[in-house]
């Protein structure tokens, strides 16, 4: 049974950190994209950033470049969502997927984790 479990969500100030985390587990992720997505209260889930995981190829939102970093670790199989700078509109549940191929739909990527919270104070 695949499961992508999310942690480090929670409360931070504007300006500050936080690093999101994303254990994989019930199969072989090696050819498949994953990555992060995130919705805000009435709102569409938006794609916030992928990872290859065998070549390590990364994309982002426009709105988090330079600010978000994703990562993996393979002996781990988790991955990772560095968020610095954040701002309060970065505030949304967060969730962790995975896909074959990726791309910016959520109906692109095949699972999902049950999504963490992030707010960002002002």
């Known amino acids: 049974q695949v499961q992508l479990v999310e942690s480090g969500g929670g409360l931070v100030q504007a300006g500050g950190y936080l690093r999101l985390s994303c254990a994989a587990s019930?199969?072989?992720?090696?050819?498949?994209?994953m990555g992060w997505f995130r919705q805000a209260p009435g709102k569409e889930r938006e794609f916030v950033a992928t990872?290859?995981?065998?070549?390590?190829?990364?994309y982002y939102t426009d709105s988090v470049k330079g600010r978000f970093t994703v990562s993996r670790d393979n002996a781990k199989n988790t991955v990772y969502l560095q968020m610095n700078s954040v701002r309060p509109e970065d505030t949304a549940v967060y969730y962790c997927?995975?896909?074959?191929?990726?791309?910016?739909?959520?109906?692109?990527?095949?699972?999902w984790g049950q999504g963490t919270q992030v707010t960002v104070s002002s």
């Open positions: 019930g199969r072989t992720f090696s050819s498949y994209i």
């Open positions: 997927v995975a896909g074959r191929y990726g791309g910016l739909f959520p109906r692109l990527y095949d699972y």
């Open positions: 990872i290859n995981w065998s070549r390590g190829t990364t």
